[in-house]
């Protein structure tokens, strides 16, 4: 392979010492420039560079050979991933385009250093599916000024004009590890100048000859190996660009970046919180000092009133106390601040204001879903001292335990419950990437309702009006929505069970509907498992009764838990009805939380439609509450029976609403991308599963969000 390599290599290089003779160099710093297939690159070639690191973009380009709809994600500091939608006129047998999804990982091996040491990353371009952009490549790049930088590389399959023919037919799905660094290797090279501090002027030399679009009838091939662009920067969120591929395809593109640790507000703007008020000396108030207070029989109930008004102003609910001379427990529900350091440091702030001086213990116990998760054990002399020192020595001093689950001496703040909750708003159900619609979307108005019977005992539920929308209710296997109630079947022909395959059959209902209505309880039987039941209408397509247990010490890296549910499939009108399809599914989960705000679930188990396998799924967490993860699932289904994609897999996105807003809120808006939806490795889509109820209660998530302590 060496042999191989080393002319390519020359060949690159003297490409590049053309370009740079051609160009110059100047004075500014570059930032990173985004090609057509949303990954850091001059047109269509890459650039060794990473995205930074939380950074999230948005790409869409499009020119006579195809349109590309990409997001990309920068995980950790050297792995660059994309997820990517892309439409070719002509060359799907099934449709009139091919609508494919594909996944690119790019891995930085070298980081640019002094002296000649480049940049240095590995990459799979379309490296599962139908594999219509598959390649490989290694590639180096040099800054040899602030404003001019040169990149070359080894190309296989498209970037070394090789397309790897498919049969777009088959299930696809699976990665092609076959076809990974086979065949010709051909070099390829760009140089970026920029010109100005926003404008870029782009060339590079590539051997794509676009082949499977040519086929396609979508453009002529091009002329020439030599593409050239033009690229603009707005600001660090946007870029548009124009380009031409061999001088005859002319394209544009467009991005947004968004960065997870790069907040428009990152202070918030949420008010100050009251100041830490320090005890007055003993001589001025002997009877609290000595603990004297705690024989008047008012005393508490004052205390208790007091605390639970103040705690309301900062949006906590105190659910209950417990106060003796010289220690207080207060279990508080978080209503209002996306990261519980935040509600248990403002906690610990008005304790100091409400409780007598002889109190030195406060114990802030979180509540989550009507169970006590975790509580953080604090000295007032502490709190007192530390006021205005950094987070990191509060969290020094700091002890946190697992919750008792039914200490005795606690009293119920009165009028808690029942309490009933309502809301009406406009609702928005958006559907993305589907292989015949790029987006389907629906609009209108929503009715929520929440009667908290007692703490962990809630009846919920939602009613739904739909307005307007694409996304109209449709049937599997080219049917009508009629032929497909008429045919009562509830199995493809397969033999697999309809379990996700016919999922648009609920949607465009034009009549209200009910997409949950639950009871559900929440308990924490002993100091470190939790436990939780929901019968009821659970979502859209399925009701019945959900069971779930979870083992969680609060200070430990890894959590274990069992779900087992009984559920029936709703009828398509999503009303009080039932379909004939029944099933029992159950799973054993494994959470791990690996540090550096990684963390991984494992779930494995018997699902929806019968079939039995696994879900392998890891998140990245960032301090601020930002969440994206990806996940895969196997089970016992062929390939043939699955179908399309031959297994599930998707990215889930979580975001908290105050990191755009600045506004404190615990509220996230949450999204599942998925590449098709099939009947195996389906599950139940059950709210308030355990794991996520208590996470952001214990050591791992209460240290990582510390710093927001004293806000």
């Known amino acids: ?121 590995v990459g799979l371009r379309d490296f599962m599916g139908t594999g219509v952009y598959s390649s490989e490549y290694i590639v180096a790049t040099k800054s040899l000024s602030p404003r001019l930088r040169v990149t070359g590389g080894v190309g296989w399959g498209r970037l070394a004009g090789a397309w790897r023919r498919t049969d777009y037919t088959d299930e696809g799905g699976k990665p092609n590890v076959d076809d990974w660094f086979t065949g010709d290797a051909k070099p390829f090279a760009s140089v970026e100048w920029q010109a100005t501090d926003n404008l870029s002027l782009l060339a590079e030399y590539s051997h794509d000859d676009y082949q499977p679009e040519v086929e396609g009838g979508g453009a002529d091939a091009p002329d020439a190996k030599w593409n050239l662009g033009v690229n603009y920067k707005i600001g660090d969120v946007y870029q548009v660009g124009a380009y031409t591929v061999g001088g005859e395809v002319f394209g544009i593109r467009g991005s947004v970046a968004l960065n997870a640790r790069e907040s428009q507000f990152p202070s918030g703007l949420e008010p100050a919180p009251a100041p830490v008020r320090p005890r007055p000396a003993p001589s001025a108030d002997p009877d609290g000092w000595s ?87 604090l000295q007032r002399s502490d709190i007192e001292r530390l006021e205005n020192t950094a987070a990191a020595r509060i969290a020094q001093e700091a002890q946190i335990l697992n ?192 540090g550096g705000g990684v963390w991984g679930q494992l779930d494995a188990g018997k699902y929806l439609a019968g079939d039995v396998g696994a879900t392998v799924t890891l998140h990245r967490e960032f301090e601020n509450g930002w969440r994206i993860g990806a996940y895969a699932t196997k089970t016992d289904l062929s390939e043939e029976e699955f179908g399309e994609g031959s297994f599930d897999k998707g990215v889930l996105i979580s975001i908290p609403l105050n990191w755009a807003t600045g506004t404190p809120s615990t509220k996230t808006v949450k999204a599942d991308i998925r590449s098709l939806s099939r009947d195996g490795g389906a599950r139940l889509r059950v709210d308030g599963r355990l794991y996520n109820a208590v996470r952001d209660s214990h050591t791992g998530e209460l240290y990582d969000g510390w710093g927001k302590f004293w806000r």
């Open 291 to 377: 603990g004297a207070w705690t024989a008047d029989a008012t005393a508490r109930p004052v205390i208790q009133n007091a605390l639970s008004k103040a705690l309301a102003n900062e949006g906590q609910t105190l659910e209950s106390l417990a106060l003796s001379a010289n220690r207080a427990e207060v279990r508080i529900r978080n209503g209002r601040y996306n990261l519980q350091p935040e509600a248990i440091g403002r906690t610990a702030r008005l304790m100091t204001r409400a409780l007598p001086p002889s109190v030195e213990t406060f114990v802030i116990t979180s509540i989550e879903s009507g169970m006590p998760a975790s509580s953080v054990v």
């Open 403 to 594: 919750a008792d689950p039914r200490p005795g001496d606690l009293v119920m703040t009165e009028g808690l419950y029942p309490k009933f909750s309502w809301s009406l708003r406009p609702f928005a159900s958006l559907g993305l990437w589907d292989p015949d619609e790029s987006w389907r979307y629906e609009l209108g108005a929503e009715a929520k309702a929440r009667y908290e019977i007692r703490p962990g005992l809630v009846l919920s539920g939602s009613l739904r009006q739909r307005l307007v929308g694409s996304a109209d209710q449709e049937a599997p296997d080219e049917l009508t929505p009629a032929e497909y109630l008429a045919d009562g079947s509830d199995t493809n022909e397969a033999g697999v069970p309809r379990v996700r395959s016919d999922g648009r059959m609920y949607s465009g209902n034009s009549d209200p509907f009910i997409p949950e209505l639950t009871l559900a309880w929440y308990a924490k039987p002993t100091p470190t498992t939790y436990s939780r039941v929901t019968v009821g209408l659970i979502e859209r397509a399925y009701g019945g009764i959900s069971a779930e247990a979870l083992w969680k010490p609060v200070d430990s890296r890894l959590a274990l838990g069992v779900e087992v549910n009984r559920v029936r499939k709703r009828d398509f009108d999503q009303l009080f009805k039932f379909r004939d399809y029944e099933v029992t599914t159950g799973h054993v989960s494994a959470y791990y939380d690996f």
């Open 1 to 121: 392979m060496r042999s191989h390599l080393r002319p390519l290599l020359m060949t690159s290089t003297a490409l590049l010492t053309a370009s740079v003779t051609a160009l110059g160099g100047a004075s500014q710093s570059q930032g990173q420039t985004l090609n057509s297939y949303g990954m850091p690159g001059a047109i269509d070639t890459p650039i060794a560079a990473p995205l930074p690191e939380a950074e999230l973009v948005g790409t869409i380009s499009y020119s006579d050979y195809g349109r590309r709809l990409t997001m990309s994600f920068q995980p950790v500091p050297r792995l660059t991933t994309t997820l990517r939608y892309s439409k070719i006129e002509g060359i799907d047998t099934k449709r009139d385009a091919l609508k494919d999804r594909s996944f690119d990982l790019q891995y930085q091996l070298l980081n640019e250093a002094q002296g000649w040491q480049p940049a240095l990353a």
